[in-house]
């Protein structure tokens, strides 16, 4: 296709052949071939230029519909035919060395080395059973109960401790012992708004709970931290 | 087969990325002068034993990868193989790799469409990535390769394209000087 409408800009440069003899219509052939190969980027290409194609053959039979010679300022941006070739010729320049590249990884993918193993670590931790969550926190939760006998009105809301839980961790620059998220949390109510912060940065992906082996701490560590 | 020559192969087939000469000197506690003696060493030792894998230089250091005569064997244990690049991919890649430094609008100039599907689809398999940027207006970011973009190809470093560059180079000179 790209060499078709290269043929296309050439004749309309008046070099090539009669440009109503031109078949537009096979620069359309590859559409098909494109469309099968169901990838967007080269669907667009295609129809893209396909367009191209139909714009420059209707200039060339139509050549009073579209002043060429003095373009209005609404067409100072327009690819000239000219340019369009260069353009067209470099392209093709780079679609080559676009081959040289697929030689490469083609013999490449023959070739196999040992695979990357799973890197420790919070980049790729183990899932922290929910259970284990919950016994921890039952025992942050009891300490808590038993330190607080009045119920106040609270102002720190989840999404508040979320931004504080945040810092928290951004400012560990690693992971964070579960329990000194709550060390400031005296009371009940505290205490929830801490965990539910906490669940709310885990399902975003914000935070990563770390429990490096069965019953051993649990922590938590930013998920920036973690990549 | 030398004991630094074997502790050599050691490291390579310990390691999922390809060592560098100066990693593998500090690992084996050696200069890289001796580390370069067993690297010649392993390179003759596994082509006259005819190994199912060869020392390759890829990405400034060596790699040991399996032979390409048994590619398929290995395919069929892992049961894997990589997806290719696709073409509008490939071709953005190819204006990057020669045109480095560069921006994405220069790339949907010289292609004619927006690349941006294409150069996200890089930047996510880590071939290109961001490397400045331009200093006219906008200030907008420019692409070059990665270290993982010569891993991924099997190439030493960039100046194995060469050839292909000037191939390159000439044609589009050609294509600038009037009819």
Do not use: C, N
């Amino acid at each position: 296709m790209i060499d078709r409408l290269r043929q296309l800009a050439a004749a309309l440069e008046g070099g090539g052949e009669d440009p109503a003899k031109l078949q537009v219509a096979a620069a359309f052939t590859d559409l098909d071939a494109a469309y099968a190969a169901s990838d967007l980027d080269d669907q667009s290409l295609a129809l893209t230029l396909a367009a191209r194609a139909v714009e420059l053959k209707a200039r060339a039979l139509l050549p009073g519909a579209v002043p060429a010679e003095e373009p209005g300022p609404e067409d100072a941006a327009e690819e000239t035919p000219e340019a369009l070739a260069q353009r067209l010729a470099a392209y093709d320049a780079f679609r080559e060395a676009a081959q040289v590249l697929r030689t490469y990884e083609e013999a490449r993918s023959q070739r196999f080395g040992r695979p990357a193993a799973p890197a420790p670590g919070p980049a790729d931790p183990p899932p922290v059973p929910f259970e284990t969550l919950l016994t921890m926190f039952a025992a942050i939760w009891e300490r808590a109960r038993a330190d607080g006998r009045t119920v106040a009105r609270q102002e720190l809301t989840v999404l508040a401790r979320m931004d504080e839980l945040r810092a928290v961790l951004r400012a560990a620059a690693g992971p964070v012992a579960f329990e000194a998220l709550f060390a400031g949390d005296a009371r009940r109510m505290q205490v929830i708004v801490t965990f539910l912060a906490l669940l709310e940065l885990v399902r975003l992906g914000h935070a990563v709970l770390l429990q490096e082996e069965p019953f051993g701490p649990l922590a938590v560590v930013a998920a920036a931290v973690a990549e | 087969m030398s004991p630094l020559t074997a502790r050599v192969e050691a490291l390579l087939f310990a390691a999922a990325e390809p060592v560098t000469p100066v990693a593998l000197a500090q690992a084996a506690g050696v200069s890289e002068a001796e580390v370069g003696l067993a690297l010649s060493e392993l390179t003759s030792h596994l082509e006259q034993e005819e190994h199912g894998f060869a020392l390759a230089a890829v990405a400034g250091g060596y790699q040991l990868l399996t032979r390409e005569a048994h590619a398929d064997a290995v395919t069929a244990l892992l049961q894997r193989r990589r997806p290719p690049l696709t073409r509008a991919a490939m071709e953005t890649l190819a204006v990057i790799v020669f045109r480095q430094p560069v921006t994405r609008a220069e790339v949907d100039d010289l292609r004619g469409v927006r690349s941006e599907g294409a150069l996200l689809t890089l930047v996510e398999r880590g071939l290109v990535a961001e490397v400045g940027r331009d200093p006219g207006p906008g200030r907008p970011m420019r692409y070059g390769t990665t270290r993982r973009f010569l891993e991924y190809f099997g190439l030493r470093d960039l100046t194995d394209l060469e050839a292909a560059k000037a191939a390159l180079a000439q044609r589009v000179a050609d294509s600038e000087e009037p009819a």
